[in-house]
């Protein structure tokens, strides 16, 4: 696992979300790789 900041992610809808908007323990991928996202 990579320590990269990205500044979205995309949530189990398939929307893209800004990463200060998204909740911890959320479900989020990578838009430019599609690897799960760790928000902590």
């Keep these: 696992m990579h320590k990269i900041p990205v500044p979205f992610g995309i949530n189990n809808s398939g929307h893209l979300i800004a990463a200060q908007s998204i909740q ?4 989020y991928t990578c ?6 996202l760790k928000c902590d």
Excluded at 31 to 36: D, F, Q
């Design 31 to 36: 838009p430019y790789c599609g690897e799960a």
């Design 24 to 27: 911890v323990g959320g479900t």
